[in-house]
């Protein structure tokens, strides 16, 4: 069993910057890939970027491709969101997720959720 919890979300002009962390519970958390998800009102969850259980591979959504960098930390049983050049398109629940083995793009794949963080970017 996994928990995990998200931090980091807030009001941001569009333009800024906010990082995001998701620690989880457990003592296998570099064994699980992660990801960040997230879901505006009235919109399907989306996927936004991935990250393998060492860290070495990583993949990203086109819309948030240069702006976005995923990054881990084991021995902190953290997983950290960058978000540079925010947009008001970005402004969604962000939920991280794990998931037993490599990295996928698809919400379903993952077997263990947070309970999201809000970021809202005002234009």
């Known amino acids: 069993q996994v928990q995990l919890v998200e931090s980091g979300g807030g009001l941001v002009q569009a333009g800024g910057s906010l990082r995001l962390s998701c620690v989880a519970s457990?003592?296998?958390?570099?064994?699980?890939?992660m990801g960040w998800f997230r879901q505006a009102p009235g919109k399907e969850r989306e996927f936004v970027a991935t990250?393998?259980?060492?860290?070495?591979?990583?993949y990203y959504a086109d819309s948030v491709k240069g702006r976005f960098t995923i990054s881990r930390d084991n021995a902190k049983n953290t997983v950290y969101l960058q978000m540079d050049s925010l947009k008001p398109e970005d402004t969604a629940v962000y939920y991280c997720?794990?998931?037993?083995?490599?990295?996928?793009?698809?919400?379903?794949?993952?077997?263990?959720w947070g309970q999201g963080t809000q970021v809202t970017v005002s234009s």
């Open positions: 457990g003592r296998t958390f570099s064994s699980y890939a």
């Open positions: 997720a794990a998931r037993w083995g490599g990295t996928y793009r698809i919400p379903t794949q993952y077997d263990y």
């Open positions: 990250i393998s259980w060492n860290g070495g591979s990583t």
